[in-house]
């Protein structure tokens, strides 16, 4: 059953040129073995972590060099996850993450499906919807004729 689902999108260029301003930012969002990659590869590396995120509902617990993207033999991105982020994935009773990456144009794309059995415990299924709540209505104020458009209202 999917019980999450995230997307994110990364302009390129605006990205590598807060990396040249900002250098430690690839030591706190990257894991060694991504540092090394091109800079459309890391921001799409950048929104499918984003994305993920948001598949998990938040970033409690989570810690971007715990996730790492890798592909399997045939080039299918993929999720590594390491230390507090494993757990926070597993405590929610994610079973599987699905991950689909792809840039162009400029821009870096990421979409993720976090799923989990249906019988997990730890995953809230269903979520109340509440109706919003009602502000007392005052008495309506009696209507007034509109004044005519003058000259620069007509324009």
């Given at each position: 059953m999917i019980v999450g689902i995230g997307v994110d999108i990364v302009d390129i260029p605006r990205f590598e040129r807060t990396l040249e301003r900002t250098p430690r930012l690839l030591e706190r969002l990257f894991s060694p073995g991504e540092r090394m990659l091109p800079p459309r590869?890391?921001?799409a590396r950048y929104a499918a972590k984003?994305?993920?995120?948001k598949a998990l509902g938040g970033?409690?617990?989570v810690h971007w060099t715990e996730i790492e993207?890798?592909?399997?033999a045939s080039g299918r991105p993929w999720f590594t996850l390491g230390g507090s982020t494993a757990d926070v994935v597993a405590s929610r009773g994610i079973t599987a993450v699905h991950l689909?990456?792809?840039h162009d144009a400029g821009l870096a794309t990421a979409y993720v499906v976090a799923e989990s059995d249906a019988s997990a415990s730890a995953v809230a299924?269903?979520?109340?919807?509440?109706p919003a709540p009602t502000a007392p209505t005052a008495p309506a104020a009696p209507a007034t004729p509109a004044a005519p458009a003058g000259p620069e209202e007509t324009r």
């Open positions: 590869s890391l921001a984003e994305a993920l995120i970033s409690d617990g993207v890798t592909p399997e689909s990456m792809s299924v269903v979520r109340p919807v509440r």
